[in-house]
């Protein structure tokens, strides 16, 4: 696809994690939109503004267009007016495994062979070993950081697609 940066950030939400939210390089998408509105916890602000608005179970790609996708799908549950679905998006109780594995199954498509694909998920509604077990890929290798409460942890696995022989 021309024009296409080589990086896409399938569930992008308020690009929270990145050192410069415009970064030309990445593409981000995200399924919702959201107004910028202040925070009152800390008198910051916070919007969801994706460079393009798609599902990442479905998305309008062709196979192999990115050499990195990041996935970072919500991690819980949580009604549509609550702060947390603001912020994150949510999960759906009866959905939630077959929405990760269809989510999984398309970053893995649109990823390059000799693509890396980074996926984040907090363990506070499904432990990792649920969720990777969706995966149609076996992971690398990963990094772990507890939670101030240690009530829950925060994941980055990374997976890398091989070549085709």
């Known amino acids: 696809m021309k024009g296409v940066p080589p990086i896409l950030d399938a569930c992008c939400g308020g690009r929270m994690f990145y050192f410069d939210k415009t970064d030309p390089r990445v593409l981000g998408m995200d399924i919702r939109k959201v107004p910028r509105r202040k925070i009152e916890s800390n008198g910051s602000y916070f919007e969801v503004r994706p460079d393009m608005v798609g599902d990442f179970r479905k998305m309008d790609f062709p196979d192999e267009t990115f050499s990195l996708v990041i996935f970072d799908p919500p991690h819980l549950t949580c009604g ?66 507890p939670s101030r409460s240690k009530k829950w942890n925060t994941y980055f696995v990374v997976f890398f697609k091989e070549e085709k022989r």
């Open 80 to 145: 549509k007016t609550s702060f947390m679905y603001y912020k994150y998006g949510t999960l759906f109780s009866e959905t939630w495994a077959a929405d990760l594995r269809e989510g999984f199954a398309e970053c893995f498509r649109v990823l390059k062979p000799g693509g890396t694909l980074i996926f984040k998920w907090s363990d506070s509604f499904k432990p990792l070993s649920a969720v990777l077990a969706l995966s149609p890929e076996k992971p690398l290798l990963y990094s772990v950081t």
